[in-house]
């Protein structure tokens, strides 16, 4: 699958992250995407100046082999850090979180796009009991749902939105920043 299938708004969904977070062009610094698929976000961070690199079960160019739970870095290592329909696919999202804001630096800025079975309140409570300052919640599920309905319109079902159909899951965009120690 392509990087636009693999997550809804595909390339364009990202750039409008990056331009929630007030991310501009040129960039400095080094950028890591959690569950980075073929490195499509990762070859965009790269053209936003950023050293950038992935992170997903399956390496490709720019993009190695690992597990978002244990990443193999030190902590404080990235000034951002970016995850696209991913963290829930884990099964342990709030996990990925921490594992997450573990590598971002003290003022670096984590962006996610993903679903998380909870309304918007308990999502706010949890992030911010994560230690980091949100910078954004926005509630996109109406275009998640279209995004699912092209999906199986196309024929590309995807098995996961079976399990989900019976939960309260919502698709939200969410900025953080680490808090200065």
Same mark, same amino acid.
């Given at each position: ?20 977070? =007030? ?15 073929? =490195? ?134 969410? =900025? ?6």
């Amino acid at each position: 699958m392509s990087g636009a299938i693999r997550h809804p708004g595909g390339i364009e969904m990202t750039e409008y992250l990056l331009d929630l977070a =007030g991310i501009r062009k040129p960039c400095q610094g080094r950028a890591a995407d959690l569950g980075a698929g073929d =490195g499509c976000t990762v070859r965009l961070l790269c053209g936003y100046g950023f050293d950038a690199e992935g992170i997903d079960l399956k390496p490709a160019e720019n993009v190695r082999a690992g597990d978002m739970l244990k990443l193999p870095y030190d902590d404080g290592s990235f000034d951002l850090v970016i995850s696209e329909c991913a963290m829930f696919q884990t099964g342990h999202q709030a996990e990925a979180v921490r594992e997450a804001l573990r590598i971002l630096k003290k003022d670096g800025i984590l962006l996610i796009a993903d679903l998380f079975p909870c309304r918007r309140e308990e999502l706010r409570a949890q992030l911010e009991e994560y230690g980091a300052d949100l910078l954004f919640l926005k509630d996109h599920t109406s275009f998640w749902k279209n995004y699912i309905i092209e999906r199986l319109w196309n024929d590309e079902y995807i098995s996961e939105v079976c399990r989900l159909a019976d939960q309260n899951c919502r698709y939200y965009l969410a =900025g953080m920043k680490g808090k200065a120690s």
